[in-house]
């Protein structure tokens, strides 16, 4: 199994340009969500969806888009990119939110400049 | 508001000395207790579930506990392996829909 598969790992962009974070699960996974791991700040919730068609905010949602067509995948979109959005990105999903066993992608590191 | 607050920050040990971590959380309502661990580079990778005080968890030198307001992560004799970012996260019981809060983690080392 592949698990939890983010792209791409490293990406640069400039101020104002948008781009989408791809995350792919091959798990059957029902509950999915977006982190950013900050320096100091830990893990921070940014959009999560509990099924096909069913997403909703997290922590820090502002600046970012989510949809999920498929159970399989669920893209972050950056609107306009800000250097505050320099960050880790991680994906995890679960097949169950009680028992809190995410499995975590590897990681999409974004810097904005 | 909800929170977890976890210590020391960093914590270095010898191989073969044992310690503790610790998670203290204010919630309204625990429905879960987790802890990850998290290897440079990489995302977290779970390790444990607690979901009620007196719970307690093991896997090979970790032991996880629980009681009303904090959890430990126990590490016995530990080796230079067990280096790492250990996060504890929980899950509020009026959250119905899977939002978990991290901690910042507690960075160890463990030198030869």
């Known amino acids: 199994n592949a698990g939890v598969t983010q792209t791409p790992k490293f990406q640069v962009l400039k101020t104002g340009q948008s781009m989408t974070l791809q995350c792919a699960q091959d798990?059957?996974?029902?509950?999915m969500s977006w982190y950013r791991q900050d320096p100091g700040m830990g893990l921070r919730l940014i959009h999560y969806?509990?099924?096909?068609?069913?997403?909703d905010q997290g922590e820090v949602p502002n600046g970012y888009n989510v949809s999920r067509s498929t159970t399989e995948d669920f893209p972050l979109r950056l609107l306009s990119a800000a250097p505050s959005q320099t960050s880790v990105y991680f994906c995890?999903?679960?097949?169950?939110?009680?028992?809190?066993?995410?499995?975590f992608g590897s990681g999409t590191r974004l810097t904005v400049v | 508001e909800d929170q977890v607050t976890q210590s020391p920050e960093a914590l270095r040990l010898q191989e073969g000395e044992s310690s503790s971590l610790n998670c203290s959380y204010t919630?309204?309502?625990?429905?879960?207790l987790f802890w990850y661990r998290q290897d440079p580079g990489k995302g977290p990778e779970f390790l444990f579930t607690?979901?009620?005080a007196g719970e307690e968890k093991e896997k090979e030198r970790l032991k996880a506990t629980l009681t009303k307001k904090e959890s430990f992560l126990h590490i016995t004799a530990p080796k230079p392996e067990d280096s790492a970012t250990y996060l504890c996260?929980?899950?509020?019981?009026?959250?119905?829909?899977?939002?978990?809060?991290f901690g910042r983690g507690t960075q160890l080392t463990v030198w030869p």
């Open positions: 995890a999903s679960s097949y169950s939110f009680i028992a809190g066993n995410y499995t």
């Open positions: 798990m059957n996974h029902e509950y």
């Open positions: 969806s509990v099924g096909a068609g069913i997403t």
């Open positions: 919630v309204s309502g625990l429905r879960g």
């Open positions: 607690l979901y009620s």
């Open positions: 996260a929980f899950l509020d019981r009026g959250s119905t829909l899977g939002r978990l809060y």
